[in-house]
Nanobody
Framework: QVQLVESGGGLVQAGDSLRLSCVAS????????LAWFRQAPGKERESVATISENGDETYYVDSVKGRFTISRDNARKTVYLQMNSLKPEDTAVYYCAAGKLSVTELLPRTEWAYDCWGQGTQVTVSS
């Protein structure tokens, strides 16, 4: 059974840092592009960061560039999202996702390119 389990969310103040983790099971993680998405209340889910299978290539949405870092440890079957200098507008449920093997785009940013999702972890940033 393929499963992604996120952890690391919480309530922090603006300017603080958090590191999200997502542990995969039931899949050969090194074969998958991995991504973090987020969904704020009343908003659509958006792509935050994506990482290629070997970790050499990454993508970030403009609003998190310079503050967030996506990384992966294939030996630990884990993808991370280091979030620094958090802002209230970063408040959302954060989801990790594994890409469809049929997708050839290097760093896909749309939901349809991913077919395995975690349950989400809440990040709340107070001002």
């Amino acid at each position: 059974q393929v499963q992604l389990v996120e952890s690391g969310g919480g309530l922090v103040q603006a300017g603080d840092s958090l590191r999200l983790s997502c542990v995969a099971s039931g899949l050969t993680i090194e074969s998958y592009k991995l991504a973090w998405f987020r969904q704020a209340p009343g908003k659509e889910r958006e792509s935050v960061a994506t990482i290629s299978e070997n970790g050499d290539e990454t993508y970030y949405v403009d609003s998190v560039k310079g503050r967030f870092t996506i990384s992966r440890d294939n030996a630990r079957k884990t993808v991370y999202l280091q979030m620094n200098s958090l802002k209230p507008e970063d408040t959302a449920v954060y989801y990790c996702a594994a890409g469809k093997l049929s997708v050839t785009e290097l760093l896909p940013r749309t939901e349809w390119a991913y077919d395995c999702w975690g349950q989400g972890t809440q990040v709340t940033v107070s001002s």
